[in-house]
């Protein structure tokens, strides 16, 4: 393997502003990692020749000594993010073969940026999933195994093939998005680092809806740095979407060196869960440590509507989508069954194209909303998320930011949980309540469990104050000086 | 609450799914099982608490009465599974 | 409305009278350039699918952004009903799958509208008015078009109307006849158009109506009603009304009972039949718009809305009561059009403005009515019918002769005072030469002098003789004196 791809964005970055190597050279060596990764099932579609072509562009603009924040960068792109010319799938089979005549507000600031297209990324079907096993194109596959157990296992969802991809450094980087922890569930599994940015930090015009007013798109990367260099680029006001916030992007990469000292950070007691390994526990008890050798102060907090989050987001996540997912009707784009009758070529049409797990929850979402359960259950829903939103007000009257764990256990095994929805939704039990309250969240790469898997801690912001989470992710980071990397069984 | 076969076949039409028979009965089970744990909600009393609707407060943004799109018809029909003449055509639909 | 006072009128059937009971939801198009959610035109017309955003055809990942003219639009059409504004109002989605609606939903507002209850006062032809309350107006968009005489076994969809703003005008049911409909129905027209908020426009579908109609024994409670969709003329909504009516009276006179639903009035047959694709139960799962936040805006929008409308018809028509001295049938007929209203204005500037009312209402009206004109159209302007209506009033030219005058200033687009000085149309008031016309006609006469006597009213005949005389251009009232003069020995004066 090509050492280029060992390095982290940042350092790629130095490396091609100093003409160390050329973007060309990046780009091919990211493509021929990620052909040799396809056991990992990382990529729905490959897009090396691109790559080429935006790689030789950027060294171009490097060459004159010009470029963007991103010049040259080789990155993979989550497939609910639509690209121009390039097929977006969403990962469901009512989207294969749709080529969007447009480019998501997101993608293009990247590629206005400089950076270079790798592909499209595997995810689960419409985004809904915490293991990347609803795919349509198959599950990604995790690149980290227990210790000499070949059992695959799920690098985590929906932004599976993400994390699958950055995690076994096919590219510096990649756009994940995160409804439920769909960016930080991941990231902790696959040890890597992700954020999900304040509700409306970054645009969502372009990017498949699955919940609209919980969905935002984050970066996923090697390290906090890495993060806090893309979100940069990837944030700021939209004026196609209506719900992004007109507020200046700070510089990120700057707060990544700001550390700790006088912060306080909140330990929410109610995330203490029964059934949660103790490892899990363990990390989080070492993540305190850290921050407070740091020179952080650690404060107990209360929130007491923690547990009702999980349901509040199974009424609130599945009804939008319901609607959302209206307009794949075999009309307009996509798979269509063809029938003489119009309602059966519907019904036929979205039988066939969309999954298992998206049929339940397009049942479950149109179930609530029917009429007379309305105010049973959206209503109540969005109700509890301001009870939920409240909670962390009160909290952050206290402290700056809160540590938690990323994700109730490490990678699991393919398969391993398929059959009962609920336990599969638990999977997001520290990650979702930061979507409801719309809040910003970050997962950093924490430990190793007792089976060699990568487990992660989770920062928690105020609203649009992902500053903090950047400067007290790297204090952990750093403090977890963590090095191993999955063995290059694909390879 | 408990969500019968019926039910199911309702949502089911609703939402434009083809849901064989036989599937009817263990998807009201799990939707069932889903609305019992969901119904943990009850518990809290939110009479007076109001809806979520925005992070942060702000206004919603307006658009200038300009025409700024349109006019690519191609491109809209582009990927339907059958178009004539920059029409989307879809199965004989009697009002 | 008090439901016991009885008004318009009561259908016979066999068993006893039924009373009609009728409400309208009126769906007028915003006059705007783009559309509501989307930069896409809204103009009528335009090649398949050319009006057409992303947006509009419901691509993935797309996102509705409010164009802020249509909000001012909608606030403004409720002041213009005399109705509440709702400085928070939210848009909700409305789901149900049709292939003329690529979201697969429709962004409309249900709970939170944007304008609430208001009232029209409408103008029946009797001269007597009636008060009808709007339940609510709200915006929402309108779906696309569905084509499906292009093939056989085939629709084709037309995205171009997909997400053009409709305030969707909700009535009280308030009205009782198909008269009162149809009353209210222009009178909202003409309210629209007089604010400029839409174009009223029928024939283009930029105002439609549905129509609620049910029966009831007079006092009785409301009967179900059916709502018979898109009914797009005045003179159909008045047709679908009587036949429905009359279809479900006799339902309920054969023992039979009325079912809600959804029905289609087929203008060719001249009836209404049910609509197969809204036969099955709705279920519209309506929830605000995630995409969009509510809407909301302060005191200081609506008053710069308001510092901005125009005088309205009723306002209008008083003032046209109370300056110019018209009756309230005339004010009315000419308040009903904006443009008609304007061209009355500037016509009895300075004139004489019971007749100028005349002039516009009478023969102006009977000509372009043959035409099919426009008032815009006409081809006498105001300033040209009020210099008419000034030859009349100073004595230039007889009535008489200005109706032979109009039709030529009609005909040929001159100037009044042009046609009369050209051809010669000048009243003769010189008393000399209307004397010895009136000498000749008495001299050559003699039988008639002598009948006279006997016959006073033949004193007309004489003012006719001359009259032709004089070509008609003799002023009436000096033949009248000059005659009078003469014989008034005979006629006992």
């Known amino acids: 393997m090509s050492d280029l791809m060992k390095m982290t964005l940042a350092e790629a970055r130095e490396g091609l502003r100093a003409r160390r190597f050329s973007s060309a050279e990046l780009a091919a060596a990211s493509a021929a990692e990620i052909a040799k990764a396809r056991p990992l099932n990382a990529f729905i579609v490959e897009t090396p020749e691109i790559a080429a072509a935006m790689a030789a562009a950027s060294d171009a603009r490097l060459a004159r000594g010009e470029g963007g924040a991103l010049e040259g960068i080789p990155l993979g792109i989550k497939d609910l993010f639509c690209t121009k010319g ?74 599976g093939g993400s994390a699958a991809a950055v995690a076994a450094e096919l590219c510096f980087g990649a756009t994940g998005t995160d409804t439920g922890g769909s960016i930080r569930q991941p990231a902790a599994v696959t040890c890597i680092a992700g954020i999900k940015p304040t509700y409306g930090r970054c645009s969502r015009w372009g990017i498949v809806a699955f919940a609209s007013s919980l969905d935002q798109a984050g970066p996923m990367a090697r390290t906090v740095k890495d993060c806090a260099i893309l979100l940069r680029e990837m944030a700021g006001f939209d004026p196609k979407d209506s719900t992004s916030v007109d507020l200046a992007v700070p510089d990120f990469e700057a707060a990544c060196n700001a550390g700790v000292k006088g912060l306080r950070i909140g330990v929410p007691k109610e995330y203490r869960i029964d059934g949660v390994p103790a490892e899990i526990d363990a990390l989080w008890e070492q993540g305190i440590a850290w921050l407070k ?116 256990s490490p990678a699991f095994g393919i398969g391993e949980k398929t059959n009962d929805p609920i336990s599969m939704y638990l999977n997001d039990v520290y990650t979702v309540t930061v979507n409801l309250a719309g809040l910003p969240g970050i997962a950093v790469p924490a430990g190793i469990s007792k089976d060699g898997l990568p487990l992660g801690l989770q920062l928690i912001g105020r609203a649009f104050d992902e500053e903090t989470l950047f400067s007290a992710g790297s204090v952990l980071e750093k403090a977890a000086g963590f090095t191993g990397k999955p063995g290059r069984w694909w390879a | 609450m ?80 059958r178009s004539e003449d920059n029409f989307f055509v879809v199965p004989k639909v009697v009002e | 409305m008090s439901e016991s006072k009885m008004r318009g009128k009561l259908i016979e059937g066999v068993t006893g009278s039924w009373e009609v009971v009728i409400g309208l939801e009126v769906h007028a198009q915003v006059l705007s350039n783009a559309k509501l959610f989307s930069g896409a035109s809204a103009a009528y017309g335009g090649a398949p699918n050319s009006h057409v955003s992303l947006v509009d055809a419901g691509m993935p990942g797309m996102l509705p952004v409010i164009n802020e003219y249509c909000v001012e639009q909608a606030v403004r059409t409720g002041l213009g009903l005399n109705a509440q504004i709702n400085k928070v109002s939210v848009f909700d989605r409305k789901n149900y799958f049709y292939p003329d609606l690529p979201q697969g939903y429709q962004i409309s507002q249900f709970k939170q509208p944007i304008v609430g209850e208001g009232v029209v006062v409408v103008d029946l032809p009797g001269g007597e008015s009636v008060e009808v309350g709007i339940e609510r107006l709200h915006l ?50 003409a309210i629209v158009r007089y604010l400029g908020t839409c174009d009223g426009n029928m024939d283009e579908g930029s105002m439609r109506a549905d129509v609620n109609v049910s029966v009831r024994r007079p006092g009785a409670a409301l009967g179900t009603r059916c709502e018979i969709k898109n009914v797009n003329s005045m003179r159909f909504v008045a047709q679908a009304i009587e036949y429905e009516a009359r279809r479900q009276i006799d339902v309920l006179e054969g023992g039979g009972s009325i079912h809600q639903e959804t029905r289609l009035f087929d203008n060719k047959a001249g009836v209404t039949r049910p609509m197969r694709s809204k036969e099955e139960a709705h279920d519209y799962r309506y929830f ?98 009020g210099e008419m209506v000034g030859l009349i009033g100073d004595g230039t030219i007889s009535g008489r002769i200005a109706k032979d005058v ?45 009948e006279l006597a006997k016959k006073p009213k033949l004193i007309g005949w004489f003012v006719g003789e001359v009259m032709k005389k004089t070509q008609g251009k003799a002023n009436p009232q000096a033949v009248n004196e000059a005659l009078k003069a003469k014989l008034g020995h005979l006629l006992g004066e």
């Open chain 3, 140 to 189: 929402e968009q309108d779906a696309g078009k569905s084509l499906h005489d292009q093939d056989p076994n085939a629709t084709f969809v037309d995205l171009n109307r997909s997400g053009v703003a409709l305030m969707e005008i909700v009535s009280r049911p308030d009205m009782r006849s198909s008269e009162e409909a149809a009353a209210y129905l222009k009178k909202l027209r």
């Open chain 1, 86 to 159: 390039i097929q977006t799938t969403a990962g469901s089979h009512i989207l294969e073969g749709f080529k969007p005549v447009y480019e998501s507000t997101v993608t293009q600031k990247l590629w206005d940026a400089g950076a270079v297209m790798m592909g499209k990324l595997n995810l689960d079907e419409f985004a809904m999933g915490s293991s990347n096993e609803t795919s349509y194109f198959g599950p990604a596959v995790n690149p980290w195994r227990r210790g000499n157990d070949d059992a695959k296992l799920v690098p985590g969802g929906s932004s």
């Open chain 3, 288 to 385: 605000p718009d995630p995409d969009l936040l509510p809407l909301e805006f302060d005191d200081a929008f609506i008053a710069r809305i308001k510092a901005t409308l125009p005088e309205l018809p009723d306002a209008k028509k008083a003032r046209f009561v109370s300056e110019y001295g018209l009756s309230p049938y005339d004010a009315g007929v000419l308040v009903a059009e904006r443009e008609i209203a304007a061209y009355f204005e500037a016509a009895a500037k300075g004139r004489d403005a019971k007749a100028v009312a005349n002039w516009v209402t009478g023969d102006l009206f009977a000509a372009l009515n043959r035409d099919g004109k426009p008032i815009g159209e006409s081809p006498v302007s105001a300033d040209a019918l």
């Open chain 3, 406 to 450: 109009f039709v030529i200033m009609y005909e040929t687009g001159e100037r009044p005072a042009k046609i009369v000085e050209e051809r010669g149309l000048r009243q003769v008031t010189d008393t000399g030469a209307i004397s010895a016309a009136v000498d000749e006609v008495i001299a050559s006469n003699p039988a008639k002098v002598e």
């Open chain 2, 2 to 81: 408990s969500v019968d076969e019926k039910a199911v076949r309702r949502a089911a039409r609703l939402a434009r799914l083809a849901v064989p028979e036989d599937r009817l009965a263990p998807l009201a089970a799990e939707l069932s099982g889903i609305l019992a744990w969901v119904e943990q909600l009850n518990e809290l009393d939110t009479q007076n608490v109001e809806p979520m609707t925005s992070v942060r407060p702000m206004r919603l943004y307006r658009r200038a009465d300009v025409v700024t799109d349109g006019f690519y018809a191609e491109d809209i029909v582009k990927n339907a599974p």
């Open chain 1, 293 to 408: 050798e740091a020179g952080a102060e650690i404060v107990e907090v209360s929130l007491p509507h923690t547990k009702y989050a999980l349901p509040a987001y199974y009424i609130v996540a599945p009804a939008e989508a319901s609607s959302n997912l209206a307009r794949y009707d075999g009309v307009k784009y996509g798979l269509r069954v063809e029938n003489d009758d119009l309602t059966r070529m519907y019904e036929q049409t979205r039988a066939a194209g969309f999954g298992r797990e998206v049929q339940r929850r397009i049942l479950i979402g149109t179930y609530v909303l029917s009429a007379g359960y309305y105010d049973a259950y959206y209503l109540k829903a969005q109700k509890v998320r301001t009870l939920i939103a409240g909670d962390f007000k009160a909290a952050f009257e206290k402290c700056d930011a809160l540590l938690t764990p990323a994700s109730p």
